[in-house]
């Protein structure tokens, strides 16, 4: 085995990381504070593709990346703020209701972008400038997984900075820890629910955004990533975002790392053994989060 | 403390139910039926024929317009006055991607719907699971795509190249090009694995090198690992047997990588002018395709067929190898049942395999008692417009061998 190829595939292992931390960050964080299960989830991750296309289609020049992605964050944000009033906060005591209620939107979607963009799907061509890569010591990065790889960093250094340091963050924290405490010391608890789920979505947005740059965008791409979304969520601790970056990383490895020896179809087998086993261990995750939130049941 | 991490783990459980519960159900969904069935005036006058594609879901990419040239022939039969003198009312159906949904539509369309036939199918995992059904209800399934072989069924009309037909002439071709290191990526199911275990075998006895070989599940998209090992492995050629929209997300992380079919050329089975497009031309510009039809083919068939078509479903359509083979099936039905007289499956078989050559885009074509079509093999080059050049074609039409003797020896097809 020789160790450029080896580096290369720890490389990958980060890449696809970075990718599975986008998708599942905002389920983890909307299934932390209220938990909420967000069957739509992927399909606001196709929301962030099919508005990455348009945008590069309406800004093609080389910074048009750019553009795609303050639009699709924003557009998934909003469209997440819309369904957390509409939909979600209605029936936030029930849990099994918003399971159904929201894997229903994520059908609606899934037509919805079938009959306005058709279901052959739209493809998205990477910039220019991400074309090619660095050469670091005959090791060859390619610059499309890097600027994945720094756009997955910064997106979880920017919603640490937010959670630590801003008002909102404390709120989010406060009602995280103890909702009622907090609802009784004048948080406004709906305002929080609604943010976190809005925030989440627009995290999905951008995850969109990425996936549109490895890979097709159809009606019917976001169930490919729930699933490992779902693992990536369940793995870490529900709840938690360090949880939620370690258990991303750690599938990303697993992944990665086992297709030297195996091909895809069997790797992913072995990811899935991988999750079994260890969480007859640790069943709480990686992270075991105190949070009233989860106690309550 | 203890009960609070009860409490967790009980709550995880919860959670982790409901998620496989609704993965499960999310599968069971998407499949609904997409039933725009125009069949509502199918009076006691027409004859109703079955459309079985996959009309949403990874294979979508490929089967839409296949469907789209099926509907095609039916309603220029239809206006040149039917067969026999009946409409013909086909009823669509899709498969969703999904081989178990193609079984059970295939036996709502005949034990429902009562169609005296069916025309559809891509995956050979979606044929392999449609064949009981024929077998069973003795009915006649007219497949359009190219395969594997090692198959041979009374109930399949196989009209996309057997393995002698597509992938054995590309290996011939790639092998006078000089090309000795050679790579296989496909999509894990029966296709691709058969095909390429029938090219490992040619591989092996000519004394090539396999430098080697990787399979993703159907409409994966993560092929890093698969990008890093056809970079150590440095083939001199990759035969690509991906389908459906995988083929995207393989192509653009080999660009990423710098080995764009510019740098690494690709042989794929399954790109044709439709895919070449939908992934946007310069992703595989450069790259090569094996076929029987390319729409650049040059006879007047073909011509009045890209003419019908457009005029049709848009001006910027484009035309595939499937979508003729579809389109000529229809044809070839209809030719049988007008022979036989009938359109009782087995008897239009039994007129099928013994009809005169029919002309069709892909130029004169006819059935041999094997059940499959004698055609012309082409290799393309995937051009910057999304259309291919013609760069070899075999010196005559080929005749169809399901079984390559180098792979399956001593195994023969007979059929009644």
């Known amino acids: ?297 | 403390m203890q009960g609070i991490q009860n409490m967790n783990i009980m709550t995880k459980r919860t959670f982790l139910a409901a998620a496989l519960v609704c993965t499960a159900m999310l599968g069971a969904c998407s499949k609904g039926s997409e039933e725009a069935s125009p069949a509502a005036d199918a009076g006691g006058d027409a004859v109703k024929v079955g459309v079985l594609h996959s009309l949403s879901g990874t294979m979508a990419i490929s089967e839409v317009t296949v469907k789209n040239a099926t509907q095609l022939a039916i309603d220029e039969i239809n206006a040149a006055g039917g067969v026999m003198g009946k409409q013909i009312a086909p009823v669509i159906e899709d498969g969703a991607s999904d081989p178990a949904i193609f079984a059970q539509k295939a036996s709502k369309l005949i034990e429902n719907d009562g169609v005296v036939t069916v025309f559809g199918g891509w995956t050979s995992a979606s044929r392999k699971a449609m064949l009981p059904v024929f077998e069973k209800t003795k009915n006649l399934l007219w497949y359009p795509v190219q395969f594997e072989g090692n198959e041979c069924s009374a109930n399949i009309m196989y009209s996309g190249a057997q393995p002698n037909q597509q992938a054995l002439p590309a290996y011939d071709w790639a092998k006078e090009q000089g090309y000795k290191k050679m790579f296989l990526v496909g999509s894990d199911y029966v296709y691709p694995r058969t095909a390429n275990l029938i090219l490992k075998k040619h591989i092996e006895k000519d004394g090539l090198t396999l430098s080697g070989e990787e399979y993703q599940p159907l409409g994966g998209t993560e092929f890093s690992g698969v990008v890093g090992k056809i970079k150590a492995a440095k083939p001199d050629i990759i035969f690509n047997t991906l389908n459906g929209d995988s083929n995207v997300a393989f192509f653009k992380q080999m660009a990423a990588a710098g080995m764009g079919p510019k740098v690494v050329p690709v042989m794929s089975f399954s790109i044709g002018e439709q895919e070449a497009m939908a992934m946007g031309p310069s992703l595989v510009e450069g790259g090569y395709a094996a076929w029987n039809y390319f729409q650049s083919l040059d006879n007047e068939e073909n011509k009045k067929f890209v003419a019908a078509y457009k005029a049709k479903f848009g001006g910027d359509s484009v035309i595939t190898d499937p979508m003729v083979h579809g389109y000529l099936d229809v044809y070839a039905w209809k030719a049988a049942v007008e022979k036989a007289g009938s359109t009782d499956p087995d008897k239009v078989r039994a007129a099928a395999v013994t009809l005169d050559a029919i002309p069709t885009p892909l130029g004169m074509a006819k059935f041999m008692d094997n059940n499959s079509l004698i055609q012309t093999a082409y290799i393309g080059q995937s051009q910057a417009d999304g259309q291919f050049k013609i760069l070899w074609s075999s010196k005559e039409a080929i005749k169809p061998d399901p079984y390559d003797p180098v792979t399956f020896p001593g195994k023969t097809c007979k059929i009644g």
């Open chain 1, 1 to 297: 085995m020789d160790a450029i190829f080896l580096t290369g595939q720890l490389f990958n292992g980060f890449s696809v990381a970075s990718l599975y931390v986008l998708a599942a960050l905002g389920l983890a964080l909307s299934f932390g504070l209220m938990r909420v299960i967000n069957m739509a989830h992927g399909e606001i991750l196709m929301l962030g593709g099919y508005l990455a296309y348009m945008a590069m289609s309406l800004f093609p020049g080389p910074l048009g990346l750019f553009v795609a992605m303050i639009f699709a964050f924003l557009g998934a944000g909003i469209f997440g703020g819309f369904l957390e009033i509409s939909l979600v906060s209605k029936l936030t005591a029930r849990p099994l209701d918003t399971l159904l209620a929201t894997w229903g939107v994520s059908l609606i979607m899934q037509q919805a972008a079938r009959d306005l963009f058709g279901a052959t799907g739209v493809s998205v061509t990477a910039p220019a400038w991400l074309d090619g890569g660095l050469t670091l010591a005959g090791l060859q990065l390619p610059t499309l997984r890097l600027f994945i790889l720094v756009s997955a960093i910064g997106v979880l250094l920017g919603m640490a900075a937010i959670l630590r340091y801003t008002r909102i963050g404390l709120l989010v924290r406060a009602v995280n820890q103890d909702r009622p405490t907090a609802a009784a010391m004048g948080v406004n608890v709906r305002l929080v629910d609604c943010f976190v789920f809005a925030l989440g979505a627009a995290v999905a947005g951008l995850g969109g955004v990425v996936l549109a740059l490895l890979g097709p965008v159809t009606p019917s791409v976001g169930q490919s990533y729930i699933v490992t979304a779902f693992l990536v969520v369940i793995l870490g601790g529900l709840g938690s975002i360090v949880g939620t970056t370690i258990a991303a990383l750690i599938i990303g490895l697993i992944t990665a790392l086992s297709q030297i020896f195996v091909d895809v179809s069997f790797a992913q087998v072995l990811t899935l053994l991988f999750v079994i086993v260890f969480l007859q261990f640790r069943p709480q995750g990686v992270i075991a989060v105190k949070s009233r939130a989860l106690d309550a049941e």
